[in-house]
């Protein structure tokens, strides 16, 4: 069993070696790992909300009549 591990092991350090982690990926949060710097300059990625479980206000709602 032991000698399995070290196997499993040595295929996962070989798999890191060939495809290495892509640094300009981004991920769920809309951050990559690549440049900090940039992504605060262009800001973190707008959340996208569904309209229908979006709460109403009762004052934003007369405005809208109003225009």
């Excluded at 290495?20 to 900090?36: A, H, L, Q, T």
């Excluded at 973190?44 to 809208?64: M, N, Q």
């Amino acid at each position: 069993m032991h000698c399995l591990a070290d196997l499993i092991f040595l295929i996962y350090l070989y798999q890191r070696w060939i495809y290495p982690v892509d640094k300009k990926r981004v991920n769920e949060f809309g951050f990559g790992g690549e440049d900090d710097q940039a992504v605060a300059e262009t800001g973190p990625a707008k959340e996208v909300t569904d309209p229908a479980k979006e709460e109403t206000d009762p004052a934003k709602e007369e405005e809208k009549k109003t225009k």
